[in-house]
């Protein structure tokens, strides 16, 4: 019903930035919180960013005054603006959406595939 398809991962070297993008389509109604996760092997997913439809947002510690989560509500689409990269940033990043697919439907949560960001010291 909802698909979210995500892009701008890569190689960087430490220092540098990456954008990361995330379009949501399908049935939507609505999306309340859009966000960005990471996860690295064996370890849990973690939250990175997130930014609710009236542009709240929350971030981690370790990326405070590094990373921004833009958001465009009228293209159903959130970005992940990623600077002063380190080697600790080095994950696979998952785009999260709230969605409610019908008027007076519940929420439910999506994530997209997953775009590796890799950062060289």
């Known amino acids: 019903q909802v698909q979210l398809v995500e892009s701008g991962g890569g190689l960087v070297q430490a220092g540098g930035s990456l954008r990361l993008s995330c379009a949501a389509s399908?049935?939507?109604?609505?999306?309340?919180?859009m966000g960005w996760y990471r996860q690295a092997p064996g370890k849990q997913r973690e939250l990175v960013a997130s930014?609710?439809?009236?542009?709240?947002?929350n971030y981690a510690d370790s990326v405070k005054g590094r990373f921004t989560i833009p958001r465009d509500n009228a293209k159903n689409t959130v970005y992940l603006q990623m600077n002063k990269l380190k080697p600790d940033d080095t994950d696979v990043y998952y785009c999260?959406?709230?969605?409610?697919?019908?008027?007076?439907?519940?929420?439910?949560?999506?994530w997209g595939q997953g775009t590796q960001v890799t950062v060289s010291s």
């Open positions: 999260n959406c709230n969605v409610k697919t019908r008027w007076g439907g519940e929420w439910n949560n999506y």
């Open positions: 399908g049935r939507i109604f609505s999306i309340r919180i």
């Open positions: 930014i609710t439809s009236s542009g709240s947002t």
